[in-house]
């Protein structure tokens, strides 16, 4: 019966450290293949893929995910999503909009001004010295449906439809590189598992013999 558990958890071993080896590597292949932002259209972002530049235009936010702890009983905020017009469409009649998510504290404040700064330019005519701009190192992941229906619900409001949305956001900041530390501990896992998975079979072949 021990042996028997011994290699289940071997094989969980295996399948768990191959998943992260597979995972970490797949990150990392996207990471040195990255694009700069400014230059991608509706079609260049896939989930999975890291992006870099920089942020040079941002419009309202437009939702907002909550976590709670259930041993404290709070709540807090964690992402902000915000309105993102690409760059290469700005002189186009329909420019098309991707999610920015933001965490950091100086991120969200960074977003919030440069939101402003646009509400100001566009509702105003008003143009402040130096636009504020923020870098645009993260991870694009595919929205879910309620981050989606929240997206065109926003674009709707600003005279936008659903051709207007990229199904994407990219998250700032927290997972704007890839994770050694998760390939290393896949590796290991693996290595482990399948160690003593052959110590087994060959124990158990001695003993038949």
């Known amino acids: 019966?021990?042996?028997?558990?011994?290699?289940?958890?071997?094989?969980?071993?295996?399948?768990?450290?191959?998943?992260?080896?597979?995972?970490?590597?797949?990150?990392?292949?996207?990471?040195?293949?990255?694009?700069?932002?400014?230059?991608?259209?509706?079609?260049?972002?896939?989930?999975?893929?890291?992006?870099?530049g920089e942020i040079v235009e941002l419009w309202d936010q437009f939702a907002y995910t909550r976590e709670t702890n259930t041993d404290t009983n709070t709540t807090k905020t964690t992402d902000r999503y915000f309105a993102m017009p690409l760059e290469s469409t700005f002189n186009d009649d329909e420019p098309m909009f991707i999610a920015i998510a933001v965490k950091n504290s100086s991120d969200v404040a960074t977003a919030r001004k440069m939101a402003e700064e646009t509400n100001d330019w566009y509702l105003n005519d008003i143009e402040p010295d130096v636009w504020t701009t923020m870098k645009a190192d993260g991870k694009v992941t595919k929205m879910d449906s309620e981050e989606y229906d929240a997206f065109l619900d926003y674009l709707n409001g600003q005279g936008y439809s659903a051709k207007n949305a990229v199904k994407y956001v990219v998250h700032i900041g927290g997972n704007a590189d890839s994770s050694t530390a998760l390939l290393i501990i896949g590796i290991v896992l693996l290595v482990v598992g399948l160690l003593v998975l052959t110590i087994i079979v060959l124990s158990f072949l001695r003993h038949r013999m």
């Open 1 to 52: 019966m021990k042996l028997i558990r011994g290699i289940i958890v071997m094989v969980v071993f295996v399948i768990a450290g191959g998943f992260l080896t597979v995972v970490s590597i797949r990150d990392k292949v996207e990471f040195a293949n990255r694009k700069d932002i400014s230059a991608m259209g509706a079609k260049d972002f896939h989930a999975g893929q890291f992006v870099t």
